[in-house]
């Protein structure tokens, strides 16, 4: 079996490694990547969580999979992420992800993940990821405000489990 860059063959018990990459003010965007790893920890797959402004970009490559996730903010009119989650991917070679399984996640308390969602899966395509299409996008928090507001729903939260569990299997 190739590994997801699918360049060298995969030892057998060799372990899949993920990286989750995200950005969170409130702790929706962190909360929704840590039930995104459960699923793919589930699937036996090693995952590191980093925040996008300490993250390293360079380190995606050493990653057989890139998930990304970003809260939606109103004021970029729902077609980009957050400006850290951007720097990162702005930071990343053109073809860093080429033969990497990659995709996207958004939390939002009103509307306009999925655009965000597309928006990152949009650039890691552009990378040369093979994203796995639609990522989760997660309703939690309260519109316009850093008030943690409500906590994400029991089917956010498993949506995102599951989104982990497809991600691994389709790796």
Not at 55 to 69: C, N
Not at 94 to 104: E, K, N, P, R
Not at 125 to 132: C, D, E, P, T
């Amino acid at each position: 079996m190739n590994d997801a860059r699918g360049d060298t063959p995969r030892k057998k018990g060799e372990i899949m490694k993920a990286l989750i990459i995200y950005h969170s003010k409130t702790g929706h965007t962190k909360a929704a990547a840590d039930d995104i790893a459960r699923g793919l920890d589930e699937k036996g797959v090693e995952v590191t969580i980093e925040e996008a402004a300490k993250a390293d970009p360079a380190s995606a490559s050493d990653y057989d999979i890139l998930l990304i996730g970003s809260p939606t903010y109103a004021q970029t009119r729902y077609k980009a992420a957050a400006k850290p989650v951007e720097r990162f991917i702005d930071a990343m070679k053109s073809d860093a992800l080429s033969g990497h399984i990659a995709g996207g996640f958004s939390v939002c308390a009103a509307s306009g993940a999925e655009k965000v969602v597309a928006a990152i899966e949009k650039r890691l395509a552009s990378l040369g990821a093979k994203v796995v299409s639609p990522g989760p996008a997660v309703r939690a928090g309260a519109p316009l405000s850093l008030w943690q507001g409500p906590d994400a729903a029991a089917a956010d939260v498993e949506k995102c489990v599951e989104f982990g569990r497809r991600v691994a299997t389709e790796a």
